[in-house]
């Protein structure tokens, strides 16, 4: 099942790509579509290193990281603990586990469509 799952995301993340408004100037819409899909995957790549170097990893929070520094200013907002479902909750979920298939789908995503928006902008120039 999760097979069929990770195609359906697939096929949406290139769909979405697609979709994405892209203004490019003589006929360059090609490379800017080959440089969104590249950046996409290139996000999926770098999230997991960027949580993990965050100080967000499979043993917990790394004392003195970015990561611990966000903890405990969401466990004083949240009067002594972290909320479950909070930013740190979830990035401390993603460094033990990794990222599941949805938020692959969404990081490749955002990934390549900023790089289509830079590029569509970069091209007005």
Do not use: C, E, H
Not at 7 to 23: D, E
Not at 93 to 100: D, F, K, P, R, T
Request: proline letters at 2%; glycine letters at 20%; charged letters at 5%.
């Amino acid at each position: 099942m999760s097979f069929v799952s990770g195609k359906y995301t697939a096929i949406f993340f290139v769909l979405l790509l697609v979709g994405t408004p892209v203004r490019a100037s003589d006929g360059d819409g090609f490379w800017t579509f080959v440089g969104a899909v590249a950046a996409g995957a290139g996000a999926v790549v770098a999230a997991p290193v960027v949580i993990t170097a965050a100080g967000f990893t499979g043993a917990g929070i790394s004392a003195g990281s970015v990561g611990a520094s966000l903890m405990s200013a969401s466990a004083i907002a949240n009067g002594g603990g972290v909320a479950a479902g909070s930013v740190v909750a979830t990035l401390q979920s993603m460094g033990a586990v990794g990222l599941g298939v949805g938020a692959k789908a969404a990081v490749g995503t955002a990934g390549g469509a900023a790089y289509a928006a830079w590029k569509g902008r970069s091209s007005d120039d």
